[in-house]
């Protein structure tokens, strides 16, 4: 089992910057994926990026250039460093651990961007 804990989200205007932290407790397997998904007000959850154990990553388009994902395998930890922030990055966060088949998912931070 894993749980997930994220924390750093918060309230930021057009261009500014923030980022998000993930805690895992448990296992984390070599295997796991891990990543951020967002959902805004009335839209579906979508994927942010993504990151192997083996430093793999992978982004949404609307973020390349913008956030970055990073992992710490020592700390059972993720993060997304979101820069360039504009008012439709607005949404809640979501950390989630992808096992083999199995999703696990945080509580969400939310990120609010002003205009």
Do not use: H
Not at 29 to 50: C, H, I, N
Not at 87 to 101: F, G, I, K, M
């Amino acid at each position: 089992q894993v749980q997930l804990v994220e924390s750093g989200g918060g309230l930021v205007q057009a261009g500014g910057s923030l980022r998000l932290s993930c805690a895992a407790s448990g296992i984390i397997f070599s295997s796991d994926v891990m990543g951020w998904y967002r959902q805004a007000p009335g839209k579906q959850r979508e994927l942010v990026a993504t990151i192997t154990s083996a430093g793999s990553t992978n982004y949404a388009d609307s973020v390349k250039g913008r956030f970055t994902i990073s992992g710490d395998n020592a700390k059972n930890a993720v993060y997304l460093q979101m820069n360039s922030l504009k008012p439709e990055d607005t949404a809640v966060y979501y950390c989630n651990v992808l096992r083999y088949s199995s999703n696990y998912w945080g509580q969400g931070t939310q990120v609010t961007v002003s205009s």
